[in-house]
């Protein structure tokens, strides 16, 4: 079965940093691109930034110049530092793959279950 797991959520002060792992698992083929999404209480799910197999990189306005995403191809895990970390930040993390798998030949979108971060002012 393949799934998704996420680590790293917490509770941070204003301005802390986070750093947040994601490792898929199970009959992977390969993995297109991964990515962290972001939820906030009444709010809809948002991009936050995603990443190629080939390392290209795509960030929300919102994040640019202070969150990371990198990729460890070998381990299939994503990762995202988070810096100078506000309280708007604050919100259930998901992370996502397009992979190929036994179960989906030709590319299915899977997501974890989440990880909470929260950010005090």
């Known amino acids: 079965q393949v799934q998704l797991v996420e680590s790293g959520g917490g509770l941070v002060q204003a301005g802390g940093s986070l750093r947040l792992s994601c490792a898929a698992s199970?009959?992977?083929?390969?993995?297109?691109?991964m990515g962290w999404y972001r939820q906030a209480p009444g709010k809809q799910r948002e991009l936050v930034a995603d990443?190629?197999?080939?390392?290209?990189?795509n960030y929300a306005d919102s994040v640019k110049g202070r969150f990371t995403i990198s990729r460890d191809n070998a381990k299939n895990t994503v990762y995202l530092q988070m810096n100078s970390l506000k309280p708007e930040d604050t919100a259930v993390y998901y992370c996502?793959?397009?992979?190929?798998?036994?179960?989906?030949?030709?590319?299915?979108?899977?997501w974890g279950k989440g990880t909470l971060v929260t950010v005090s002012s």
């Open positions: 996502n793959a397009d992979m190929t798998t036994a179960q989906a030949l030709l590319g299915m979108v899977y």
């Open positions: 199970g009959n992977i083929f390969s993995i297109i691109a």
């Open positions: 990443i190629t197999s080939g390392g290209d990189t």
